[in-house]
């Protein structure tokens, strides 16, 4: 009784702090490390999707898999988010055997990866993890999901990024030397432990929190493509198996959750380390609820005055109820969002300041950042209607004229086009020539049917700019590409 009474408390509470804790900034500053176990994937999925949490980077240990083998799961699970902009790295190889699980393991699809991405080599690990923290200003947290390996190369290499970490959050067994991961690279603990940085040990302390179908039925009822790619991921026939035999259980899974909701767990403190659990009174209806509120929170986030945004097709004039349901289902709700406010802010249904609001959104979604977090240069000059992808862009991205973010080159190209930087890494996307072309000629149509800037003219622009918005998909029409200079 006394567990039950814990448990719908803690639920209650942590509710009421979901609700109301974004502050429009991250709170944790997270580079994870991985060795490719299926927990691993579903930790990460997890992580990208928290509303306060920004993931800077991954690297990929040797452990359940090799370095480069998970190298690929993971590039494959960030571009089924189109979260591309992740950088990942490769960790340097022990020298250990993989375990019996291993070709497991090396048969489970994370995601889908392009052709081309299939063959190209990850970045060393060191690299990766010098450039991320360059100048960072934030302390960062060190999640490591496989062994310490990469983390005490890169530390021992570069003892003065000691100062960027505040701790190391290790899923590891409790009893240390009997941990999987401690037992994948002994000397990386004892090198990490001898440089005095805080550790915190997670651990699972109970066998029977496990994945089953209960747990994955609750997942394909949220709205969210995080939880849909773990329930995707799941599907396979190797892991029906597995759940089947009650083999898989909340693993990695409780780190996420450990730094979202560190209320659910116990912990001790032992020289400079905590030894961490889930409190033996969670129950797993509402451990699956908790999970289901992470892996929703990112895309309900961007919200200020709105505790929803309002997809009441009542609320909306015709012809813009006619598109809401198939556009939502088609972009989702966060496109619809900055569009409608586009079109409120802009004055009206704009073509350009569509496609600037859709580019946003991919830049975001590109470095899985939210608003505010990315300075911007356009190239789409002063002068309308053009300039108009101005207003998309500052409106999706909150890199506003206000805030400093955005600037506007005197260079101007006629495809739309914009630099987007976060973290000392730029992207620069552009409208797709074939887009650009079939745009340019339908608004020369209506210039020559109505005439120019006439009321006949711009009941033409407003319907057209309806039909790009809910037939254009962000994914589509844009070129991506890594910008090294100006």
Same mark, same amino acid.
């Given at each position: 009784?006394?567990n039950?009474?814990?448990t719908?408390w803690?639920?209650?509470?942590?509710i009421?702090?979901?609700?109301?804790a974004h502050?429009g900034?991250p709170?944790s500053?997270?580079?994870?490390d991985t060795?490719?176990a299926l927990?691993?994937?579903?930790?990460?999925?997890?992580?990208?999707?928290g509303?306060?949490?920004r993931?800077?980077?991954?690297?990929?240990?040797?452990g359940?898999?090799?370095?480069e083998?998970?190298?690929l799961?993971?590039?494959?699970?960030?571009?089924?988010?189109h979260s591309?902009?992740?950088p990942?790295?490769?960790?340097?190889?022990?020298?250990?055997?993989?375990p019996?699980w291993?070709?497991?393991?090396e048969?489970?699809?994370?995601g889908?990866?392009p052709?081309?991405?299939k063959v190209k080599a990850?970045?060393?690990?060191g690299w990766?993890?010098?450039?991320?923290t360059?100048?960072?200003?934030?302390?960062?947290?060190l999640?490591?999901?496989g062994?310490?390996?990469t983390?005490?190369?890169?530390?021992?290499?570069?003892?003065k990024?000691?100062?960027?970490?505040?701790k190391?959050?290790?899923y590891?067994?409790?009893?240390?030397?009997?941990?999987?991961?401690?037992?994948?690279?002994p000397?990386s603990?004892?090198?990490?432990?001898?440089?005095?940085?805080?550790i915190?040990f997670v651990?699972?302390m109970?066998?029977?929190?496990?994945i089953?179908?209960?747990?994955?039925?609750?997942?394909?009822?949220l709205d969210?493509k995080?939880?849909?790619q773990?329930?995707k991921?799941?599907?396979?026939?190797?892991?029906?198996?597995?759940?089947?035999?009650k083999h898989?259980?909340?693993?990695?899974?409780?780190?996420?959750?450990?730094?979202?909701?560190?209320?659910?767990f116990?912990?001790?403190t032992?020289?400079?380390?905590? #030894?961490?659990?889930l409190?033996?009174g969670?129950?797993?209806?509402?451990?699956?609820?908790?999970i289901?509120?992470?892996?929703e929170?990112?895309e309900?986030a961007?919200n200020r005055?709105?505790?929803?945004?309002p997809?009441?097709?009542?609320?909306?004039?015709?012809?813009?109820?006619?598109?809401?349901?198939?556009?939502?289902k088609n972009?989702?709700?966060?496109?619809w969002r900055?569009?409608s406010?586009t079109?409120?802010i802009?004055g009206?249904?704009g073509?350009?300041?569509?496609?600037?609001?859709k580019m946003?959104i991919?830049?975001m979604e590109?470095?899985?950042v939210g608003v505010n977090?990315?300075?911007?240069?356009s190239?789409?000059?002063?002068?309308?209607?053009?300039s108009?992808l101005?207003?998309?862009?500052?409106?999706?991205?909150?890199?506003?004229?206000?805030?400093?973010l955005?600037?506007?080159?005197?260079?101007i190209?006629?495809?739309?086009?914009a630099?987007f930087?976060?973290?000392?890494?730029?992207?620069?996307i552009?409208?797709?020539k074939?887009?650009t072309?079939?745009?340019?000629?339908?608004?020369?149509?209506?210039?020559?049917?109505y005439?120019?800037?006439?009321?006949?003219?711009w009941?033409?622009?407003?319907k #057209?700019?309806i039909?790009?918005?809910?037939?254009f998909?962000r994914?589509?029409?844009?070129?991506?590409?890594?910008?090294?200079?100006?």
């Amino acid at each position: 009784m006394i567990n039950k009474v814990f448990t719908l408390w803690m639920l209650s509470f942590l509710i009421g702090v979901h609700l109301f804790a974004h502050s429009g900034k991250p709170k944790s500053h997270l580079i994870i490390d991985t060795d490719g176990a299926l927990d691993d994937m579903r930790s990460i999925t997890m992580f990208l999707s928290g509303e306060d949490i920004r993931v800077l980077a991954i690297t990929c240990s040797q452990g359940t898999l090799m370095p480069e083998s998970v190298y690929l799961k993971v590039e494959s699970l960030l571009s089924d988010f189109h979260s591309e902009g992740i950088p990942v790295g490769v960790g340097k190889m022990t020298g250990q055997e993989l375990p019996v699980w291993s070709s497991f393991a090396e048969g489970i699809q994370w995601g889908n990866l392009p052709v081309e991405q299939k063959v190209k080599a990850g970045e060393d690990a060191g690299w990766i993890l010098n450039k991320t923290t360059k100048n960072y200003r934030d302390k960062i947290t060190l999640i490591a999901l496989g062994s310490l390996k990469t983390y005490a190369d890169w530390i021992t290499a570069n003892p003065k990024v000691i100062e960027q970490i505040e701790k190391i959050v290790w899923y590891n067994d409790h009893d240390i030397e009997n941990g999987f991961n401690y037992k994948a690279s002994p000397e990386s603990y004892n090198i990490i432990r001898a440089l005095g940085i805080k550790i915190d040990f997670v651990g699972s302390m109970n066998a029977n929190y496990v994945i089953d179908d209960t747990y994955i039925d609750h997942l394909r009822n949220l709205d969210s493509k995080y939880a849909r790619q773990i329930v995707k991921v799941h599907e396979q026939t190797e892991i029906r198996q597995r759940m089947e035999q009650k083999h898989l259980q909340f693993w990695d899974d409780l780190v996420p959750l450990f730094i979202t909701d560190p209320f659910l767990f116990m912990s001790e403190t032992k020289d400079n380390m905590r #030894l961490v659990r889930l409190n033996p009174g969670m129950q797993e209806p509402s451990l699956h609820e908790l999970i289901g509120q992470l892996l929703e929170s990112a895309e309900n986030a961007e919200n200020r005055v709105f505790r929803a945004f309002p997809i009441d097709t009542a609320l909306y004039k015709a012809e813009y109820a006619k598109i809401l349901d198939e556009t939502l289902k088609n972009f989702g709700t966060d496109e619809w969002r900055v569009i409608s406010m586009t079109n409120e802010i802009h004055g009206h249904t704009g073509i350009y300041s569509i496609i600037g609001a859709k580019m946003g959104i991919r830049a975001m979604e590109y470095f899985n950042v939210g608003v505010n977090n990315m300075t911007v240069k356009s190239f789409a000059g002063n002068q309308p209607p053009l300039s108009c992808l101005n207003d998309g862009i500052q409106i999706s991205t909150g890199a506003t004229i206000g805030q400093g973010l955005i600037t506007v080159s005197d260079t101007i190209l006629n495809i739309p086009t914009a630099i987007f930087e976060f973290n000392n890494r730029k992207i620069i996307i552009s409208l797709k020539k074939e887009f650009t072309e079939k745009m340019q000629k339908d608004i020369r149509y209506g210039v020559q049917t109505y005439g120019p800037l006439t009321d006949d003219y711009w009941l033409y622009i407003e319907k #057209l700019a309806i039909k790009y918005w809910s037939e254009f998909s962000r994914y589509d029409i844009c070129d991506i590409s890594p910008f090294t200079n100006d």
